[in-house]
């Protein structure tokens, strides 16, 4: 397993914009994808936005898209979620988690088999 270091998590009002990131350490190669996933109190883990390492490609459920904008620094291994125009409905524990993706891999945020600890984000109506 990799270790994963989450971050950035806290209390927002609705409207307003918190930024995640993850860090990755460990990987031998950037042939591996990033994902941010979520669970509210009493809800399943849902997917909000993947990216591959190596090529950038992404991909957003549509619960986020427009508002959540992903980025990577290969250098550093992390990737950012910024995240805009926070609802009440984004409001959960969010987890970084990652998977080996080869290149050209196409990113759909699925079989994600590593995880990281979660940070808390709150938006308040």
């Known amino acids: 397993e990799v270790p994963l270091q989450a971050s950035g998590g806290g209390l927002v009002q609705a409207g307003g914009s918190l930024r995640l990131s993850c860090t990755a350490s460990?990987?031998?190669?950037?042939?591996?994808?990033i994902g941010w996933f979520r669970q509210a109190p009493g809800k399943g883990r849902e997917g909000v936005a993947c990216i591959n390492m190596n090529d950038g490609s992404t991909f957003y459920f549509a619960t986020v898209k427009g508002r959540f904008i992903l980025a990577r620094d290969v250098a550093k291994d992390t990737v950012s979620l910024q995240m805009n125009s926070l609802k009440p409905e984004d409001m959960a524990v969010y987890y970084c988690g990652t998977r080996m993706a080869p290149q050209h891999y196409y990113q759909n945020c699925t079989s994600y088999d590593n995880w990281g600890q979660g940070t808390k984000v709150t938006v308040s109506s």
């Open positions: 460990g990987f031998t190669s950037d042939n591996y994808g």
